[in-house]
């Protein structure tokens, strides 16, 4: 299947603003991975499949949980905003043949791990900077994504962490884990 075979898919399935955001997204982690000398191709890729299972059903997520013994937590309400992430991957690896590397880059793209390579911050980065109204403060992110990935990725999940400490939120493990292996 061939890109634009694949993106005709993906607008299929998800909403206008969704597939919107996606191309954003694959656009931005094209110009990234340009700018960082690794594949724009597989870059793109990740970016327009990033939130392929973001609009499935209560039913959808839990049949790729069960059959795909994704871990039992993702049903919790608690983290029914990042379960796209894990399901996203199987899906596009079970439709799309996608590389080892593009299924961790879509794994990981909301809360990160600590085994990220540079493709998949590049999209962790490209999903919060891809935007066409970009909010004010993503700005430095974006500027900064261009001259050092890590510090951008420093910076995101710095700001990231304060904002759920107000909301007396504790930040996920994996987030935990990697802006200490960052800092």
């Known amino acids: ?23 954003e997204v694959a656009k931005t982690a094209k110009k990234l991975a340009k700018h960082y000398h690794i594949d724009e ?7 327009l499949l990033h939130d392929i299972a973001k609009e499935l059903s ?7 949980i069960n059959t795909y ?12 905003n990042i379960r796209h992430a894990d399901i996203g991957a199987v899906i596009a ?11 961790n880059a ?11 390579d540079l493709l998949a911050k590049i999209i962790f980065i490209a999903d919060k900077i891809g935007r066409k109204n970009i909010p004010t403060e993503l700005i430095p992110v974006k500027e900064l994504a261009y001259q050092d990935i890590d510090k951008a990725m420093i910076y995101l999940l ?7 400490q107000k909301k007396g939120i504790k930040m996920h493990n994996d987030s935990q884990e990697l802006l200490k292996k960052l800092t």
Do not use: C, F, W
């Open 1 to 23: 299947m061939n890109l634009q075979e694949i993106e005709k898919e993906v607008k299929e399935k998800l909403s206008p603003y969704r597939y919107e955001h996606s191309i």
């Open 41 to 47: 191709d597989k870059s793109y890729l990740a970016g």
């Open 58 to 64: 209560e039913e959808e997520n839990n049949y790729y």
């Open 69 to 80: 013994h994704l871990p039992k937590t993702l049903k919790d309400e608690t983290n029914k």
């Open 93 to 103: 690896k079970e439709k799309y043949q996608i590389t080892e590397d593009i299924y």
């Open 106 to 116: 879509i794994k990981y793209h909301t809360i990160g791990n600590k085994n990220m």
């Open 158 to 164: 710095t700001t990231q962490k304060n904002y759920l």
